[in-house]
């Protein structure tokens, strides 16, 4: 079974108090989830890549029960610290910076997706030399393609999907540096975009396909559900609880605590979603 890297990115804006951050609230959400059903072992390890504060506040037994959680993982956890951004385009590029990982495969996964069983099955369904991306909406929309260049748009079908951003895996180091790379270059050149990353990594991911990078769009779409759509009890592995309000904590935090709850008390377990 190959090892697994995960990575999630917290980090609260330099003019923000963390204490006020309720992506701490959703994070610790998260990582109950991913300590109960993600099946990591010793063998794996997951990357927190935030910023000198968010680490600090969380590290501290008042603030949360995080310290709690990590007593008694399985697998390893580790930060990447960072300074405290300044925008949250700046925020969002932080989870394209290098990782000094060794595991086998790495997988990003954004903090309100709930992990509702174990990864390793889709680790073990990855192929080496691979990178593995989500389609989600019609990639003419903003959310996908703005600032990408015309030459490019132009080629583009109008059943064209867009991927997200905030789920993708790569098996193999070099592909990972290669990407991360190519998507800090890409936003060095054109740093304000208005809908974040994601028309960034959308614009990376055709170059990649244009210079013959083995992608799939196919695996992770088969086990991610978007808001409950195609939701199926016993396959999905990923319950995505995003929305297109990117920054809005206290509508994320809603959303994340209402969905765990319904998981919790059985009513996705009802005959509608077998």
């Not at 072992?41 to 029960?65: C, G, L």
């Not at 949250?88 to 992990?115: S, T, V």
């Not at 809908?195 to 992770?220: E, G, K």
């Amino acid at each position: 079974m190959p090892s697994l890297c995960l990575s999630c990115l917290l980090f609260t804006l330099d003019n923000k108090e963390v204490k006020d951050n309720k992506y701490v609230n959703i994070f610790i959400i998260w990582l109950t989830q991913l300590i109960k059903y993600g099946g990591l072992d010793k063998d794996d390890i997951i990357y927190i890549i935030s910023d000198n504060r968010t680490i600090e506040f969380i590290k501290d037994a008042n603030n949360t029960i995080f310290s709690t959680l990590c007593s008694f993982t399985k697998f390893q956890v580790c930060f990447l610290y960072n300074e405290p951004p300044k925008t949250l385009m700046e925020g969002m590029m932080l989870r394209y910076r290098r990782n000094p990982y060794i595991q086998d495969i790495y997988m990003y996964c954004d903090i309100d997706i709930l992990i509702l069983d174990s990864l390793h099955r889709l680790t073990n369904s990855m192929v080496k030399n691979h990178i593995y991306v989500c389609t989600e909406g019609p990639f003419r929309d903003v959310y996908y393609s703005c600032g990408i260049p015309e030459n490019i748009m132009m080629h583009m079908k109008d059943n064209n999907q867009g991927v997200s951003s905030g789920k993708f895996a790569i098996y193999g180091k070099e592909i990972c540096e290669f990407l991360f790379n190519q998507m800090n270059y890409l936003y060095n050149s054109n740093p304000d975009i208005i809908t974040l990353d994601q028309p960034v990594f959308n614009h990376c991911i055709i170059l990649l396909l244009n210079n013959n990078f083995l992608i799939d769009t196919t695996l992770l779409r088969k086990y991610v559900s978007f808001n409950g759509d195609e939701y199926k009890h016993g396959t999905t592995i990923m319950f995505d609880c995003a929305g297109f309000e990117s920054g809005h904590d206290v509508i994320h935090y809603k959303k994340m605590f209402d969905i765990s709850l319904l998981f919790n008390c059985g009513y996705f377990n009802l005959p509608r979603f077998q």
